[in-house]
T-cell receptor, first 111, second 113 residues
């Protein structure tokens, strides 16, 4: 099964803080995604990428930046964190439009 | 933006009975409809999917139905077991050939012994 590793697993920061969430996939998948999961909203797409150096905007991009430095690595950046960004974040990868392989998630709390 | 509506949000069934989850989508160009299962504390995992050239698909106690005219698809779990207790998400491709998925809001299924 495809391996997608996220770090950290848990993160607590304060309002206005700077946070970077990391994701690495080791399956040479072209597509990588960042989702946030919130009760009542399901999984919402923040940013995605179809290759190193490529970045596309998802459905809820406000307050987030992302960068795909290599085929394997995709980062999500919160430069001025707000309490509304408290959420469970999942990174995912796929080699097509189809099966997504999710990481284990990062639980972010913004105080 | 496009949405996928998923109902019910909470579902409780007796062990051995069937459970059904329904989703509707907006874009008639959507052609791929996966279902993901998320167990407590775990990540979502694909359990079954269906494409727009099919109306029904079955695997290991799971049945997916697709009604393209009504823009509706559903998951049916037969002979439910406690291990089926989880959060279930439906999703639809944003458009034909798109590699974005739009997820429903999820159904928390509890199978009671």
């Amino acid at each position: 099964e495809a391996a997608v590793t996220q770090s950290p697993r848990n993160k607590v920061t304060v309002t206005g803080g700077n946070v970077t969430l990391s994701c690495r996939q080791t399956n040479s998948h072209n597509y990588m995604y960042w989702y946030r999961q919130d009760t009542g909203h399901g999984l919402r797409l923040i940013h995605y990428s179809y290759g190193a150096g490529n970045l596309q905007i998802g459905d809820v991009p406000d307050g987030y930046k992302a960068t795909r430095t290599t085929q394997e690595d995709f980062f999500l950046l919160l430069e001025l964190a707000s309490p509304s960004q408290t959420s469970l974040y999942f990174c995912a990868s796929s080699d097509s439009a189809e099966t997504l392989y999710f990481g284990s998630g990062t639980r972010l709390t913004v105080l | 933006g496009e949405q996928v509506e998923q109902l019910p949000s909470i579902l409780r069934v007796q062990e051995g009975s069937s459970a059904s989850i329904n989703c509707t989508y907006e874009n008639s160009a959507s052609n791929y409809f996966p279902w993901y299962k998320q167990e407590p504390g775990e990540n979502p995992k694909l359990i079954i999917d269906i494409r727009s050239n099919m109306e029904r698909k079955q695997t290991q106690g799971l049945i997916v139905l697709l009604d393209k005219k009504a823009k509706r698809f559903s998951l049916h779990i037969t002979d439910t077991q406690p291990g089926d207790s989880a959060m279930y998400f439906c999703a639809a491709s944003r458009s034909s050939g798109s590699w974005q998925l739009i997820f429903g809001s999820g159904t928390q299924l509890t199978v009671m012994p």
